[in-house]
């Protein structure tokens, strides 16, 4: 059961940031910023499987996709 609720959090993640990626208002870094966090968001949720991992992986992701996008 907690590897479907797992797959069920990365579809989402996957969602949101394919949404944000097709926004034609966003810069490269605004972009980069919201992939990187949503990347560590699933990225946290698969290794941690709870709600901190979850957050500290988007946190984490966001701040690497901001840097990248300098």
């Given at each position: 059961m907690k590897s479907i609720r797992?797959?069920?959090t990365l579809a989402a993640i996957v969602a949101v940031v394919a949404?944000?990626?097709a926004c034609d208002g966003m810069t490269t870094r605004q972009r980069d910023t919201a992939i990187g966090a949503g990347v560590g968001g699933a990225a946290g949720a698969l290794i941690g499987g709870n709600a901190?991992?979850?957050?500290g992986g988007?946190?984490?992701g966001?701040?690497?996709g901001n840097q990248v996008g300098k």
């Open positions: 797992q797959l069920g949404s944000l990626a901190l991992s979850t957050i988007a946190a984490a966001g701040i690497i």
